[in-house]
């Protein structure tokens, strides 16, 4: 299992490429790997036969062997950088000794635990692979619970909506379940195969933070009530463990939060004129306003986005700015890199595409890591202000309330006006009241005059 992100412990095989038996190319697409944070798809790193000792559906360790490559003349091996030496060792004796005549006569399937407890990778010492092809064969993989073939979004769906997926027909490449499939069989259309006793598939994809995003999750009433029986247990997926964790780590975070009206009624004229000059994908949201606006106050204003290591603050590379991102049974964080670099309509077709992605599961682990501060939006849930968690190891969040019509007054006299709240959460280890507050007012200078937002 290789390590795909600086976060990643573990990850779930989801789909072989490749069949066992099959000869494979270096370079070659070989297997879809999920990780707390996306799902990635590695290659092979040598050419010859694959043997699978991991199934689809199994987690296994950073290290833990997955897979093995070679043939009758040569040996190449999925590496593992670092794996350590004796559990290499232990698992190059196993496959020694099952390699020797009549080792498996009579024996049956070898027992799981060998290779749930072995974390480096089989190895043969005279050169040929005949050790590992007998170490690991097929009735290894099948001593390993039945798995379902689903994509990582239609496994996400259904966890949240408590379904079997042995319960679901799937009329995706090869019968594998999509998510229209898990949306048919909550609606109780046609597409649901007879209940089968199965275990629960484990765990959605990739890892995140605080709260919000640009599009609300399937409503509630998409879950029919008998779906929640009580007492009910279900297990956390993969994203929601990494949340739990990221959550614990974020309690700890000493914060204060500041709050800001700000006049948005130019700020609506302005998109408005940007709808009629742009094309569809880079018409900006006023939630892409907020992150331009926030990005070139951050670049004013580098001690607001610099990090807490140890006894120093660490001023960032450049400003690169999260986004929350609400996806089924949790969210995530896509970055927006060097926002202060780019104009409002490029920050809209980027947001689009990661969002998009994101939602699919297919976002890489790089574009979901380095954030200096995050932007969270609940406005379109009709939200007028909340506080967000910071996202451990930004010094700062900022919340984004709905824009409503509000009595103000402007020259002595009371108008009607858009307002919307923002609201920054802040480490008081690396910011204090006064250095927050100039921050949020630039941000707040920025959006009510939005054609410096423009240049």
Same mark, same amino acid.
């Given at each position: 299992m290789p390590k795909l992100s600086d976060t990643?412990? &573990?990850g779930t095989v989801l789909k072989w490429l490749k069949a066992d038996g099959e000869a494979v190319a270096k370079g070659e697409p070989l297997v879809e790997i999920e990780t707390d944070k996306a799902t990635m798809t590695v290659d092979a790193p040598e050419s010859g036969t694959l043997r699978i000792i991991a199934a689809e559906g199994d987690v296994r360790d950073v290290g833990a062997p997955i897979a093995a490559i070679g043939d009758a003349g040569? %040996?190449?091996?999925? &590496? !593992?950088p670092d794996a350590p030496t004796q559990e290499i060792e232990a698992v190059t004796q196993a496959a020694a000794e099952a390699a020797e005549p009549g080792a498996r006569q009579g024996a049956g399937p070898a027992p799981q635990e060998t290779q749930d407890e072995a974390q480096g990778i089989p190895t043969a010492e005279d050169g040929t692979a005949s050790s590992i092809a007998a170490a690991f064969t097929p009735a290894d993989v099948g001593a390993t619970?039945?798995?379902?073939?689903?994509s990582p979004l239609a496994r996400t769906i259904a966890a949240r909506a408590g379904l079997d997926l042995a319960t679901i027909r799937g009329t995706g490449p090869g019968g594998r379940i999509v998510k229209a499939d898990v949306e048919a069989a909550i609606a109780g259309a046609p597409g649901v195969a007879p209940a089968a006793a199965s275990p629960a598939p484990s765990a959605v994809p990739s890892p995140a933070m605080p709260v919000a995003a640009p599009a609300p999750p399937p409503p509630p009433s998409a879950v029919p009530l008998e779906a929640w029986p009580a007492g009910r247990r279900t297990p956390l997926t993969r994203l929601q463990? %990494?949340? =739990? %964790?990221?959550?614990?780590? *974020?309690?700890?975070?000493?914060d204060f939060t500041l709050e800001r009206d700000v006049d948005t009624t130019a700020l609506a004229a302005a998109r408005a004129d940007l709808r009629v000059a742009l094309p569809e994908q880079n018409r900006p949201s006023v939630n892409d306003f907020v992150i331009r606006a926030v990005a070139m106050a951050a670049r004013e204003r580098p001690d607001m986005? =610099?990090?807490?290591? $140890?006894? &120093?603050?660490? !001023?960032?590379?450049? !400003?690169?700015? $999260?986004? *929350?991102?609400?996806?089924? $049974?949790?969210?995530?964080v896509p970055v927006i890199r060097d926002a202060d670099s780019k104009g409002v309509p490029a920050i809209a077709a980027e947001v689009r595409n990661l969002a998009g992605r994101g939602r699919a599961g297919e976002l890489r682990p790089d574009e979901l890591e380095g954030s200096v501060i995050t932007v969270t939006n609940l406005g379109m849930f009709g939200i007028d202000r909340f506080h967000a968690v910071i996202n451990p190891g930004e010094a700062a969040i900022?919340?984004?309330?709905r824009a409503v019509p509000k009595p103000v007054v402007v020259d002595g006299h009371v108008v009607v006006r858009d307002v919307m709240t923002l609201s920054l959460s802040v480490d008081h280890r690396v910011a204090y009241g006064a250095e927050a507050a100039t921050f949020l007012g630039r941000v707040a200078e920025l959006l009510e005059h939005p054609a410096a937002l423009l240049v």
């Open positions: 990643m412990e &573990e040569a %040996t190449g091996v999925i &590496e !593992v619970s039945p798995q379902v073939a689903a463990r %990494t949340i =739990s %964790t990221r959550m614990d780590q *974020a309690n700890a975070i000493p986005v =610099s990090r807490l290591e $140890g006894q &120093e603050f660490v !001023v960032p590379d450049g !400003v690169d700015v $999260g986004v *929350a991102v609400s996806v089924p $049974g949790g969210l995530i900022l919340a984004v309330g």
